[in-house]
């Protein structure tokens, strides 16, 4: 079964900056791509979404001038930088596209002083 595989998480202060980056042993480039987070005790929620060939973005409102999804086809990898991250955006992070490969383990994001 094929998986996505999140990494580049960590511990980090609050204003800091964590880039993720994801990739599959699948292609993805003709897929739009997706970064879900999931905080303990709450519901998996979109937070980024990027275009097949990366014109077009959306995010969660929260996140808004703080994250940039973006992706470089060529390495078939999608990434999120993150910036001046706050205590509320500790959570575990993946991506994903349906139809492409299976959920992975995501990648631990952790905002603390």
């Known amino acids: 079964q094929v998986q996505f595989v999140e990494s580049g998480g960590g511990l980090v202060q609050p204003g800091g900056s964590l880039r993720l980056s994801c990739t599959a042993s699948v292609s993805f480039r003709t897929n739009a791509m997706s970064w879900y987070r999931q905080a303990p005790g709450k519901e998996r929620e979109l937070v980024a979404v990027?275009?097949?060939?990366?014109?077009?973005?959306n995010y969660l409102d929260s996140v808004k001038g703080r994250f940039t999804i973006s992706r470089d086809n060529v390495k078939n990898t999608v990434y999120l930088q993150m910036n001046n991250l706050k205590v509320e955006d500790t959570a575990m992070y993946y991506c994903?596209?349906?139809?492409?490969?299976?959920w992975g383990q995501g990648t631990q994001v952790t905002v603390s002083s």
């Open positions: 994903y596209s349906r139809g492409v490969a299976s």
């Open positions: 990027i275009g097949s060939i990366g014109g077009t973005t």
